[in-house]
């Protein structure tokens, strides 16, 4: 019988899902070996959580998927440290912001999440966040820009954003503290944990956090790592690898 997972992210878990590419068999994985449902939800975001009412509706997606899965991922927050972070600064005016207090009020909204769940029969793994694409200073700039400030942008908003803006050490530093952080709170509650940085990264220097290998990073005007069976073998390891054991790593 084969393994079945339920995943549920932002649009950056899409490459957990088969598609329409026969990734599977590329792989050497048939449908006797493993069956991945549920869905990458584009624009989903941890700070949607914290909203009682979401467009999206992500919580409610979440907890409607428990009752038939025995084993699931959720896979959020990329949104939020790329781009959330900054919409936060910019748009909303909170330039007093810290990243480190940033991570840690992510790390709040998944709690609140998990604790508004059922989990008595299900077996739940975090997914931490991919170390960030946005290395190239202009390219960060006017992408966040084009995505927070989807119309209306004014020349004014760039000059706000360009100090704002986290270098990539600093921006692999918030997704590193974040995945710290929620490594931690799945030890306390009992969960899961798994990120593919591993495969993903160049070993940084001395002082410097890992960054990502530029093999993986957009040739276009975008902020998810490449889809390549190399990342998706990636993924696929880390979902089968973290419920390998009988409990929680």
């Not at 927070?148 to 760039?158: C, G, L």
């Not at 410097?208 to 490449?226: E, K, V």
């Amino acid at each position: 019988m084969a393994n079945v997972y339920h995943v549920f992210g932002d649009s950056h878990a899409r490459l957990f899902f088969p598609g329409d590419g026969l990734v599977m068999e590329r792989l050497g994985f048939g449908s006797e070996d493993l069956v991945v449902k549920g869905q990458a939800i584009s624009a989903a975001s941890l700070a949607g959580f914290r909203k009682q009412q979401s467009t999206l509706r992500t919580r409610e997606i979440v907890a409607d998927a428990i009752g038939p899965a025995r084993k699931m991922v959720l896979a959020f927050g990329q949104v939020d440290l790329e781009l959330g972070y900054y919409y936060r600064k910019i748009i909303k005016g909170e330039m007093s912001l810290e990243p480190e207090d940033y991570s840690a009020w992510l790390v709040d909204a998944y709690r609140a999440l998990i604790e508004g769940l059922d989990l008595s029969d299900l077996d739940l793994a975090l997914k931490g966040s991919n170390l960030t694409v946005l290395s190239n200073p202009e390219f960060a700039v006017r992408y966040i820009l084009r995505i927070i400030r989807p119309k209306n942008r004014k020349p004014e908003d760039i000059e706000m954003l360009r100090p704002a803006l986290l270098s990539e050490d600093e921006q692999n530093g918030l997704i590193l503290a974040f995945n710290t952080r929620l490594r931690a709170f799945c030890d306390e509650r009992g969960l899961r944990y798994f990120d593919i940085n591993d495969g993903l990264s160049v070993d940084g220097e001395a002082g410097r956090p890992a960054r990502l290998r530029p093999c993986f990073m957009p040739g276009g005007f975008d902020h998810h790592i490449t889809d390549s069976l190399e990342v998706r073998a990636l993924h696929m390891k880390g979902l089968m690898g973290v419920f390998e054991d009988g409990s929680p790593a």
